[in-house]
Protein backbone atom coordinates (compact mmCIF):
# COMPACT_ATOMS: atom_id res chain seq x y z
CA UNK A 1 0.00 0.00 0.00
CA UNK A 2 1.18 3.44 -0.84
CA UNK A 3 0.73 6.69 0.48
CA UNK A 4 0.89 9.92 -1.11
CA UNK A 5 1.68 12.82 0.58
CA UNK A 6 0.77 15.91 -0.95
CA UNK A 7 -1.25 19.29 -0.69
CA UNK A 8 -4.80 17.99 0.15
CA UNK A 9 -6.78 20.76 -1.88
CA UNK A 10 -5.23 21.15 -5.27
CA UNK A 11 -4.48 19.24 -8.54
CA UNK A 12 -0.72 20.24 -8.43
CA UNK A 13 1.63 17.96 -9.06
CA UNK A 14 0.27 15.39 -6.93
CA UNK A 15 -2.11 14.65 -9.50
CA UNK A 16 0.52 13.18 -12.42
CA UNK A 17 0.99 10.92 -9.35
CA UNK A 18 -2.44 10.29 -8.68
CA UNK A 19 -3.46 9.56 -12.47
CA UNK A 20 -0.47 6.92 -12.54
CA UNK A 21 -1.51 5.58 -9.57
CA UNK A 22 -5.37 5.34 -10.31
CA UNK A 23 -4.85 4.21 -14.07
CA UNK A 24 -2.24 1.39 -12.82
CA UNK A 25 -5.22 0.07 -10.48
CA UNK A 26 -3.17 0.32 -7.57
CA UNK A 27 -4.18 1.10 -4.04
CA UNK A 28 -2.81 4.28 -2.29
CA UNK A 29 -4.04 6.67 0.43
CA UNK A 30 -3.90 9.99 -0.72
CA UNK A 31 -2.87 10.81 3.22
CA UNK A 32 -3.50 14.67 3.92
CA UNK A 33 -6.78 14.25 2.54
CA UNK A 34 -7.99 11.58 4.84
CA UNK A 35 -10.66 12.81 6.70
CA UNK A 36 -10.47 12.14 10.94
CA UNK A 37 -6.93 10.71 10.05
CA UNK A 38 -4.62 12.12 12.77
CA UNK A 39 -1.75 12.13 9.74
CA UNK A 40 -4.45 14.27 7.87
CA UNK A 41 -3.53 18.03 6.79
CA UNK A 42 -1.46 20.47 5.64
CA UNK A 43 0.07 20.97 9.24
CA UNK A 44 1.20 17.18 9.15
CA UNK A 45 2.35 17.40 5.77
CA UNK A 46 4.53 20.46 6.42
CA UNK A 47 5.54 18.77 10.02
CA UNK A 48 6.70 15.95 7.99
CA UNK A 49 9.26 17.49 5.43
CA UNK A 50 11.19 19.43 8.68
CA UNK A 51 11.37 15.68 10.69
CA UNK A 52 15.12 15.33 11.12
CA UNK A 53 15.08 11.66 11.02
CA UNK A 54 14.31 11.64 7.71
CA UNK A 55 17.61 10.09 5.34
CA UNK A 56 16.14 10.89 2.13
CA UNK A 57 13.91 14.20 2.86
CA UNK A 58 11.90 15.88 0.31
CA UNK A 59 12.12 19.01 -0.90
CA UNK A 60 8.86 19.92 -1.44
CA UNK A 61 5.77 17.66 -1.77
CA UNK A 62 4.75 15.33 -3.39
CA UNK A 63 6.16 12.39 -2.16
CA UNK A 64 5.90 8.98 -2.31
CA UNK A 65 6.16 6.61 0.59
CA UNK A 66 6.79 3.10 -0.60
CA UNK A 67 7.39 0.62 2.35
CA UNK A 68 9.86 2.56 4.32
CA UNK A 69 10.96 4.52 1.09
CA UNK A 70 10.13 8.12 0.74
CA UNK A 71 10.60 9.18 -3.17
CA UNK A 72 10.60 13.04 -3.70
CA UNK A 73 9.82 14.97 -7.28
CA UNK A 74 7.03 13.86 -9.37
CA UNK A 75 9.09 12.88 -12.47
CA UNK A 76 11.33 10.69 -10.31
CA UNK A 77 8.30 9.20 -8.43
CA UNK A 78 7.08 8.53 -11.81
CA UNK A 79 10.21 6.43 -13.24
CA UNK A 80 9.60 4.47 -9.89
CA UNK A 81 5.97 3.62 -10.59
CA UNK A 82 6.53 3.25 -13.95
CA UNK A 83 8.80 0.52 -13.67
CA UNK A 84 6.54 -1.46 -11.09
CA UNK A 85 3.98 -1.32 -12.70
CA UNK A 86 4.15 -1.10 -16.19
CA UNK A 87 3.10 2.43 -17.30
CA UNK A 88 6.47 2.65 -19.19
CA UNK A 89 8.95 0.36 -21.31
CA UNK A 90 10.90 -2.37 -19.43
CA UNK A 91 14.01 -1.47 -22.17
CA UNK A 92 16.49 1.19 -21.21
CA UNK A 93 16.04 3.45 -24.28
CA UNK A 94 12.04 3.22 -23.82
CA UNK A 95 12.26 4.13 -20.19
CA UNK A 96 14.76 6.85 -20.47
CA UNK A 97 12.75 8.59 -23.37
CA UNK A 98 9.29 8.07 -21.42
CA UNK A 99 11.16 10.05 -18.61
CA UNK A 100 12.56 12.62 -21.55
CA UNK A 101 8.92 13.27 -22.60
CA UNK A 102 7.56 13.58 -18.65
CA UNK A 103 10.51 16.14 -17.97
CA UNK A 104 9.92 18.00 -20.87
CA UNK A 105 6.01 17.95 -19.59
CA UNK A 106 7.57 19.15 -16.05
CA UNK A 107 9.12 22.41 -17.92
CA UNK A 108 5.82 22.79 -19.24
CA UNK A 109 4.12 23.01 -15.93
CA UNK A 110 6.38 25.18 -14.43
CA UNK A 111 5.91 27.58 -17.07
CA UNK A 112 1.98 27.38 -16.88
CA UNK A 113 2.63 28.04 -13.42
CA UNK A 114 4.85 31.22 -13.53
CA UNK A 115 2.46 32.79 -16.24
CA UNK A 116 0.43 33.96 -13.22
CA UNK A 117 3.22 33.77 -10.73
CA UNK A 118 6.68 35.34 -12.83
CA UNK A 119 7.64 37.34 -9.47
CA UNK A 120 7.82 34.78 -6.46
CA UNK A 121 5.36 32.04 -5.11
CA UNK A 122 5.64 33.05 -1.32
CA UNK A 123 3.47 36.45 -3.29
CA UNK A 124 -0.09 36.64 -4.50
CA UNK A 125 -1.29 36.93 -7.67
CA UNK A 126 -2.79 40.57 -7.35
CA UNK A 127 0.70 41.34 -6.07
CA UNK A 128 2.40 40.32 -9.36
CA UNK A 129 -0.99 41.31 -11.53
CA UNK A 130 1.25 43.59 -13.89
CA UNK A 131 4.15 40.86 -14.65
CA UNK A 132 2.00 38.30 -15.00
CA UNK A 133 -0.11 40.13 -17.76
CA UNK A 134 3.26 40.30 -19.61
CA UNK A 135 4.58 36.91 -18.95
CA UNK A 136 1.11 35.04 -19.84
CA UNK A 137 1.03 37.06 -23.16
CA UNK A 138 5.06 35.43 -23.94
CA UNK A 139 3.21 31.58 -22.93
CA UNK A 140 0.08 32.42 -24.28
CA UNK A 141 1.96 33.28 -27.86
CA UNK A 142 5.21 31.43 -27.65
CA UNK A 143 5.34 29.13 -25.06
CA UNK A 144 1.83 26.74 -25.04
CA UNK A 145 2.53 26.75 -29.33
CA UNK A 146 6.35 25.65 -29.04
CA UNK A 147 5.18 22.63 -26.79
CA UNK A 148 2.34 21.35 -28.16
CA UNK A 149 3.83 21.39 -31.17
CA UNK A 150 6.57 19.51 -29.67
CA UNK A 151 4.24 16.94 -28.40
CA UNK A 152 2.01 17.04 -31.89
CA UNK A 153 5.40 15.51 -33.74
CA UNK A 154 6.14 13.21 -30.94
CA UNK A 155 2.29 11.83 -30.97
CA UNK A 156 2.91 11.73 -35.08
CA UNK A 157 6.73 10.36 -34.78
CA UNK A 158 5.54 7.52 -32.64
CA UNK A 159 6.30 4.46 -34.86
CA UNK A 160 3.22 2.62 -33.54
CA UNK A 161 0.95 5.21 -34.68
CA UNK A 162 -1.01 4.39 -32.05
CA UNK A 163 -1.72 8.12 -31.32
CA UNK A 164 0.21 7.60 -27.97
CA UNK A 165 3.34 9.34 -27.25
CA UNK A 166 5.83 6.29 -26.88
CA UNK A 167 4.19 2.64 -27.48
CA UNK A 168 0.57 1.40 -28.42
CA UNK A 169 -0.03 1.07 -24.29
CA UNK A 170 -0.36 4.02 -21.88
CA UNK A 171 2.57 5.00 -20.24
CA UNK A 172 2.91 7.57 -17.62
CA UNK A 173 3.98 10.55 -19.72
CA UNK A 174 0.33 10.14 -21.57
CA UNK A 175 -1.34 10.52 -18.30
CA UNK A 176 0.70 13.51 -17.80
CA UNK A 177 0.02 15.36 -21.04
CA UNK A 178 -3.93 14.57 -20.50
CA UNK A 179 -3.39 16.49 -17.22
CA UNK A 180 -1.68 19.51 -18.70
CA UNK A 181 -4.03 19.87 -21.91
CA UNK A 182 -7.02 19.37 -19.48
CA UNK A 183 -5.02 22.46 -17.24
CA UNK A 184 -4.79 24.26 -20.26
CA UNK A 185 -8.31 24.43 -20.70
CA UNK A 186 -9.40 25.40 -17.51
CA UNK A 187 -6.72 27.92 -17.37
CA UNK A 188 -6.66 29.45 -21.11
CA UNK A 189 -9.98 28.38 -22.16
CA UNK A 190 -10.08 31.31 -24.97
CA UNK A 191 -6.19 30.21 -26.01
CA UNK A 192 -6.68 26.88 -26.60
CA UNK A 193 -10.20 27.14 -28.15
CA UNK A 194 -8.12 29.12 -30.86
CA UNK A 195 -5.15 27.39 -31.33
CA UNK A 196 -5.80 23.11 -30.30
CA UNK A 197 -7.19 22.01 -33.75
CA UNK A 198 -3.49 22.52 -34.69
CA UNK A 199 -2.75 20.00 -32.62
CA UNK A 200 -5.12 17.24 -33.43
CA UNK A 201 -3.19 14.44 -31.78
CA UNK A 202 -2.56 15.99 -28.77
CA UNK A 203 -6.19 16.64 -28.46
CA UNK A 204 -7.27 12.93 -29.39
CA UNK A 205 -4.92 11.62 -26.91
CA UNK A 206 -6.43 13.95 -24.15
CA UNK A 207 -9.93 12.91 -25.32
CA UNK A 208 -8.81 9.10 -25.20
CA UNK A 209 -7.62 9.03 -21.95
CA UNK A 210 -10.40 10.89 -20.55
CA UNK A 211 -12.30 7.72 -21.45
CA UNK A 212 -10.24 5.54 -19.85
CA UNK A 213 -12.40 3.21 -17.98
CA UNK A 214 -10.24 3.91 -14.51
CA UNK A 215 -9.35 7.19 -15.48
CA UNK A 216 -13.36 7.65 -16.28
CA UNK A 217 -13.95 6.60 -13.02
CA UNK A 218 -11.60 8.14 -10.84
CA UNK A 219 -12.70 11.64 -12.55
CA UNK A 220 -15.86 11.42 -11.79
CA UNK A 221 -15.57 9.77 -8.10
CA UNK A 222 -14.35 12.41 -4.73
CA UNK A 223 -11.18 11.22 -5.28
CA UNK A 224 -10.60 13.41 -8.03
CA UNK A 225 -10.04 17.44 -6.84
CA UNK A 226 -11.61 20.19 -8.78
CA UNK A 227 -9.15 22.38 -11.14
CA UNK A 228 -9.48 26.02 -8.59
CA UNK A 229 -8.08 29.03 -7.77
CA UNK A 230 -4.77 28.22 -5.46
CA UNK A 231 -3.17 25.13 -8.07
CA UNK A 232 -0.92 25.39 -10.56
CA UNK A 233 -3.20 25.94 -13.61
CA UNK A 234 -5.44 29.00 -12.76
CA UNK A 235 -8.26 30.87 -14.78
CA UNK A 236 -7.84 34.53 -14.98
CA UNK A 237 -9.27 36.27 -17.79
CA UNK A 238 -7.04 39.02 -18.41
CA UNK A 239 -4.56 36.40 -18.76
CA UNK A 240 -6.24 34.49 -21.42
CA UNK A 241 -5.77 37.68 -23.97
CA UNK A 242 -9.09 37.89 -22.93
CA UNK B 1 32.26 7.73 -28.34
CA UNK B 2 29.67 10.20 -26.92
CA UNK B 3 29.14 13.28 -28.86
CA UNK B 4 27.23 16.38 -26.76
CA UNK B 5 24.97 18.34 -28.25
CA UNK B 6 24.76 22.41 -26.99
CA UNK B 7 24.86 25.72 -27.36
CA UNK B 8 29.11 26.26 -27.99
CA UNK B 9 29.22 29.75 -26.41
CA UNK B 10 27.49 29.09 -22.47
CA UNK B 11 28.13 26.70 -19.60
CA UNK B 12 24.36 26.68 -19.44
CA UNK B 13 22.90 22.90 -18.83
CA UNK B 14 25.37 21.41 -20.70
CA UNK B 15 27.94 22.16 -18.29
CA UNK B 16 26.05 19.55 -15.77
CA UNK B 17 26.18 16.81 -18.80
CA UNK B 18 30.14 18.16 -19.40
CA UNK B 19 31.02 17.73 -15.60
CA UNK B 20 29.81 14.12 -15.48
CA UNK B 21 31.53 13.57 -18.81
CA UNK B 22 34.98 14.46 -17.46
CA UNK B 23 34.44 13.37 -14.06
CA UNK B 24 33.74 9.92 -15.28
CA UNK B 25 37.17 10.52 -17.56
CA UNK B 26 34.81 9.26 -20.87
CA UNK B 27 35.67 10.40 -24.34
CA UNK B 28 33.38 12.82 -25.81
CA UNK B 29 33.25 15.25 -28.62
CA UNK B 30 31.12 18.49 -27.98
CA UNK B 31 30.19 19.05 -31.05
CA UNK B 32 28.94 22.54 -31.53
CA UNK B 33 32.30 23.63 -30.27
CA UNK B 34 34.59 21.85 -32.89
CA UNK B 35 36.50 24.22 -34.98
CA UNK B 36 36.18 23.69 -38.95
CA UNK B 37 33.77 20.89 -38.44
CA UNK B 38 30.84 20.63 -41.02
CA UNK B 39 28.47 19.71 -38.12
CA UNK B 40 29.44 22.43 -35.61
CA UNK B 41 28.07 25.37 -34.09
CA UNK B 42 24.68 26.92 -33.56
CA UNK B 43 23.14 26.36 -37.32
CA UNK B 44 23.58 22.91 -36.75
CA UNK B 45 22.26 22.24 -33.60
CA UNK B 46 19.02 24.36 -34.60
CA UNK B 47 19.03 22.26 -37.57
CA UNK B 48 19.01 19.10 -35.59
CA UNK B 49 16.33 19.67 -33.51
CA UNK B 50 14.03 20.10 -36.93
CA UNK B 51 14.89 16.83 -38.33
CA UNK B 52 11.65 15.00 -39.22
CA UNK B 53 13.80 11.60 -39.79
CA UNK B 54 14.32 11.68 -35.60
CA UNK B 55 11.86 9.31 -33.70
CA UNK B 56 13.35 10.54 -30.34
CA UNK B 57 13.49 14.73 -30.77
CA UNK B 58 14.82 16.20 -28.46
CA UNK B 59 12.88 19.57 -27.42
CA UNK B 60 15.74 21.22 -26.45
CA UNK B 61 19.53 21.32 -25.79
CA UNK B 62 21.67 19.76 -24.54
CA UNK B 63 21.61 16.09 -25.71
CA UNK B 64 23.58 13.09 -25.71
CA UNK B 65 24.23 11.05 -28.50
CA UNK B 66 25.41 7.57 -27.58
CA UNK B 67 25.56 5.31 -30.54
CA UNK B 68 22.59 5.90 -32.50
CA UNK B 69 20.44 6.73 -29.41
CA UNK B 70 19.55 10.65 -28.71
CA UNK B 71 19.10 11.39 -24.79
CA UNK B 72 17.73 14.75 -24.00
CA UNK B 73 16.97 16.50 -20.76
CA UNK B 74 19.63 17.26 -18.55
CA UNK B 75 18.85 14.80 -15.60
CA UNK B 76 17.42 12.19 -18.64
CA UNK B 77 21.05 12.20 -19.16
CA UNK B 78 22.89 12.29 -16.49
CA UNK B 79 20.25 9.32 -14.94
CA UNK B 80 21.81 7.56 -18.12
CA UNK B 81 25.91 8.79 -17.73
CA UNK B 82 25.32 7.63 -13.65
CA UNK B 83 23.98 3.97 -14.73
CA UNK B 84 26.63 3.25 -17.16
CA UNK B 85 29.43 5.24 -15.59
CA UNK B 86 29.34 4.85 -11.76
CA UNK B 87 28.52 8.21 -10.94
CA UNK B 88 25.13 7.06 -8.62
CA UNK B 89 24.72 4.07 -6.98
CA UNK B 90 23.15 0.77 -8.85
CA UNK B 91 20.75 -0.32 -6.46
CA UNK B 92 17.38 0.99 -6.69
CA UNK B 93 16.83 3.61 -3.73
CA UNK B 94 20.25 5.26 -4.19
CA UNK B 95 19.58 5.76 -8.13
CA UNK B 96 16.58 7.49 -7.32
CA UNK B 97 17.20 9.36 -4.15
CA UNK B 98 20.40 10.82 -6.20
CA UNK B 99 17.74 11.58 -9.43
CA UNK B 100 15.23 13.45 -6.97
CA UNK B 101 18.51 15.28 -5.87
CA UNK B 102 19.40 16.04 -9.29
CA UNK B 103 15.63 17.54 -10.13
CA UNK B 104 15.57 19.33 -7.01
CA UNK B 105 18.83 20.88 -8.23
CA UNK B 106 17.38 21.55 -11.92
CA UNK B 107 14.50 23.43 -10.10
CA UNK B 108 16.93 25.54 -8.06
CA UNK B 109 18.58 26.24 -11.64
CA UNK B 110 15.16 27.16 -13.15
CA UNK B 111 14.91 29.66 -10.85
CA UNK B 112 17.98 31.22 -10.26
CA UNK B 113 17.89 31.74 -14.20
CA UNK B 114 14.32 33.45 -13.88
CA UNK B 115 15.47 35.91 -11.39
CA UNK B 116 17.17 37.87 -14.71
CA UNK B 117 14.29 36.67 -17.31
CA UNK B 118 10.98 36.49 -15.30
CA UNK B 119 9.22 37.44 -18.55
CA UNK B 120 10.25 35.44 -21.32
CA UNK B 121 13.02 33.70 -22.30
CA UNK B 122 12.82 35.68 -25.80
CA UNK B 123 13.09 38.98 -24.92
CA UNK B 124 16.35 40.73 -23.61
CA UNK B 125 16.99 41.82 -19.83
CA UNK B 126 16.90 45.23 -20.57
CA UNK B 127 13.30 44.51 -21.46
CA UNK B 128 12.52 42.89 -18.11
CA UNK B 129 14.95 44.85 -16.08
CA UNK B 130 11.92 46.16 -13.38
CA UNK B 131 10.29 42.69 -13.36
CA UNK B 132 13.98 41.08 -12.83
CA UNK B 133 15.04 43.77 -9.68
CA UNK B 134 11.83 41.64 -7.59
CA UNK B 135 12.25 38.95 -8.89
CA UNK B 136 15.78 38.09 -7.91
CA UNK B 137 14.88 40.02 -4.71
CA UNK B 138 12.36 36.96 -3.80
CA UNK B 139 14.85 35.08 -4.79
CA UNK B 140 17.45 36.27 -3.08
CA UNK B 141 15.82 36.82 0.29
CA UNK B 142 13.69 33.45 0.19
CA UNK B 143 14.83 30.83 -2.69
CA UNK B 144 18.76 30.74 -2.36
CA UNK B 145 18.26 29.87 1.56
CA UNK B 146 15.80 27.50 1.42
CA UNK B 147 17.56 25.39 -1.16
CA UNK B 148 21.11 25.87 -0.13
CA UNK B 149 19.80 24.62 3.36
CA UNK B 150 18.14 21.84 1.75
CA UNK B 151 21.24 20.60 0.20
CA UNK B 152 23.02 21.47 3.87
CA UNK B 153 20.95 19.23 5.33
CA UNK B 154 21.11 16.51 2.57
CA UNK B 155 24.96 16.79 3.29
CA UNK B 156 24.84 16.29 7.09
CA UNK B 157 22.44 13.76 6.63
CA UNK B 158 24.22 11.51 4.35
CA UNK B 159 25.08 8.49 6.84
CA UNK B 160 28.31 8.17 5.33
CA UNK B 161 29.27 11.88 6.67
CA UNK B 162 31.63 11.67 3.79
CA UNK B 163 30.90 15.57 2.93
CA UNK B 164 28.88 14.69 -0.02
CA UNK B 165 25.25 14.51 -1.44
CA UNK B 166 24.15 10.63 -1.00
CA UNK B 167 27.49 8.20 -0.31
CA UNK B 168 31.18 8.35 0.54
CA UNK B 169 31.75 8.45 -3.45
CA UNK B 170 30.81 11.11 -5.69
CA UNK B 171 27.92 11.25 -8.00
CA UNK B 172 26.53 13.25 -10.89
CA UNK B 173 24.25 15.13 -8.23
CA UNK B 174 27.19 16.18 -6.21
CA UNK B 175 29.15 17.24 -9.15
CA UNK B 176 26.13 19.49 -10.14
CA UNK B 177 25.81 20.90 -6.51
CA UNK B 178 29.39 21.78 -7.58
CA UNK B 179 28.24 24.17 -10.41
CA UNK B 180 25.22 25.38 -9.08
CA UNK B 181 27.47 26.82 -6.31
CA UNK B 182 30.25 28.47 -8.78
CA UNK B 183 27.27 29.78 -10.58
CA UNK B 184 25.83 31.75 -7.09
CA UNK B 185 29.37 32.72 -6.80
CA UNK B 186 29.65 34.31 -10.26
CA UNK B 187 26.04 35.58 -10.43
CA UNK B 188 25.20 36.92 -6.65
CA UNK B 189 28.61 37.31 -4.97
CA UNK B 190 27.92 39.85 -2.70
CA UNK B 191 25.12 37.71 -1.64
CA UNK B 192 26.73 34.55 -1.25
CA UNK B 193 29.79 36.29 0.67
CA UNK B 194 26.93 37.46 3.11
CA UNK B 195 25.33 34.15 3.92
CA UNK B 196 27.16 31.02 2.43
CA UNK B 197 29.11 30.40 5.94
CA UNK B 198 25.61 29.34 7.16
CA UNK B 199 26.02 26.53 4.47
CA UNK B 200 29.54 25.01 5.43
CA UNK B 201 28.86 21.66 4.36
CA UNK B 202 28.08 23.41 0.67
CA UNK B 203 30.98 24.82 0.80
CA UNK B 204 33.81 22.29 1.61
CA UNK B 205 31.57 20.21 -1.17
CA UNK B 206 32.16 22.99 -3.62
CA UNK B 207 35.79 23.05 -2.71
CA UNK B 208 36.06 19.40 -2.49
CA UNK B 209 35.08 18.91 -5.95
CA UNK B 210 37.22 21.91 -7.75
CA UNK B 211 40.35 20.38 -6.35
CA UNK B 212 39.22 16.63 -7.89
CA UNK B 213 42.08 16.14 -10.49
CA UNK B 214 39.82 15.00 -13.44
CA UNK B 215 37.65 18.00 -13.02
CA UNK B 216 40.63 20.38 -11.63
CA UNK B 217 42.16 19.48 -15.02
CA UNK B 218 38.81 20.31 -16.67
CA UNK B 219 38.57 23.85 -15.09
CA UNK B 220 42.00 24.83 -16.52
CA UNK B 221 41.79 23.37 -19.97
CA UNK B 222 40.10 25.32 -23.20
CA UNK B 223 37.24 22.60 -22.69
CA UNK B 224 35.34 24.81 -19.98
CA UNK B 225 33.51 27.94 -21.20
CA UNK B 226 34.01 30.67 -18.57
CA UNK B 227 30.85 32.21 -17.11
CA UNK B 228 29.28 34.89 -18.66
CA UNK B 229 25.98 37.44 -19.37
CA UNK B 230 24.10 34.55 -22.07
CA UNK B 231 24.22 32.18 -19.69
CA UNK B 232 21.85 30.69 -17.09
CA UNK B 233 24.12 32.64 -14.22
CA UNK B 234 24.77 36.06 -15.04
CA UNK B 235 25.87 39.04 -12.75
CA UNK B 236 24.16 41.93 -12.46
CA UNK B 237 24.59 43.85 -9.64
CA UNK B 238 21.35 45.35 -9.41
CA UNK B 239 20.03 42.12 -9.07
CA UNK B 240 22.76 41.19 -6.42
CA UNK B 241 21.53 43.42 -3.52
CA UNK B 242 24.03 45.89 -4.59
Keep these: MYELH ?9 EYVR ?42 PPWLKAGIRLIGQTANI ?27 LADFVVEAHDAHHPIGVGLYYEDQREEAKRRATDF ?8 LGYFERVITHNSGRSGLLVRDTLTYADLSLFQVVAGLRYAFPRRM ?16 IE ?3 RIAAY ?13 IFRHYAELDGG
Excluded at 6 to 14: H, L, N, S
Excluded at 36 to 57: C, K, Q, T, W, Y
Excluded at 140 to 147: A, N
Excluded at 193 to 208: F, Q
Design 6 to 14: YWPTIQGRG
Design 140 to 147: REHRMTKF
Design 211 to 213: NEP
Design 78 to 104: LLFLGRHHALAPKDEPGELWTHQLQLT
Design 193 to 208: RAIESKYPGVVALHDR
Design 219 to 231: LRSERRIDFNQQG
Design 19 to 60: LALEYAGVEYIDVARQPGDERGGEEALINAMGRSDLVHPPFA
